[in-house]
């Protein structure tokens, strides 16, 4: 049981070109959510699923796209990326069982765009 | 959307002095409230978590107290150790409801001096 992995660790991007980060969980999850950190920040929501084949905006979601096609795996695109879009992204994960509140957070990846 | 500020940013203790980290929030619908854990280059790890309908909850050296009304929380840290060193994340959510990701605050460094 892996719980919540990303894929890279690492990325160095230059302004305008694109990449998937990619979020996996096998723990048969309904939610998942993508969350943004800032030095000095907290995280921020970026986007969340509530289920396979849905999506919904968080607190800031502008420049970033998401898909969940599988229940298990939830994807963050940066189609053209900025400078400020440096940062660490974390995907976290909750099951949909009634009162099961907790979030799974994975290992992050380092985002640094130049 | 929901607010939430965390004081202080950085608190410095003695090993085995209590520690408390204060958070208030905006939304009165908010009704779950983790903290969470990070050390460096580490994900968030939740440390324990209340829910609305509970004034306090504790869990060996570690509590949190809610305040509904007064709509702030707070985290209790007693006999503090040198492994307690890290970053500290309140959040709050309305758990359940259609916009369920967390809304995090900016974090304090503990820093436990031996």
């Known amino acids: 049981n892996a719980g919540v992995t990303q894929t890279p660790k690492f990325r160095v991007l230059k302004t305008g070109q694109s990449m998937t980060l990619l979020c996996a969980q096998d723990?048969?999850?309904?939610?998942m959510y993508w969350y943004r950190q800032d030095p000095g920040m907290g995280l921020r929501l970026i986007h969340y699923?509530?289920?396979?084949?849905?999506?919904a905006k968080g607190e800031v979601p502008d420049g970033y796209n998401v898909s969940r096609l599988k229940k298990q795996n939830f994807l963050l695109g940066l189609e053209s990326a900025a400078p400020s879009q440096t940062s660490v992204y974390f995907c976290a994960s909750r099951s949909g069982g009634l009162r099961l509140y907790e979030q799974y957070f994975g290992p992050g990846t380092r985002l640094t765009v130049t | 959307g929901e607010n939430v500020e965390q004081h202080p940013s950085t608190l410095s203790v003695q090993e085995g002095d209590s520690a408390v980290i204060k958070c208030t929030y905006s939304d009165s619908a908010s009704n779950y409230f983790p903290w969470y854990k990070q050390e460096l280059g580490k994900r968030p790890q939740l440390i324990i978590d209340i829910r609305s309908n509970v004034g306090e909850k504790k869990d060996q050296r570690i509590a949190v107290t809610l305040n509904k009304t007064a709509k702030h929380f707070s985290l209790h840290i007693t006999e503090t150790q040198p492994e307690d060193s890290a970053v500290y994340f309140c959040a709050a959510s309305k758990a359940g409801g259609g916009a369920d990701g967390l809304t995090f605050g900016k974090g304090t460094h503990l820093i436990i001096q031996p």
């Open positions: 723990m048969n999850h309904e939610y």
């Open positions: 699923s509530v289920g396979e084949g849905t999506t």
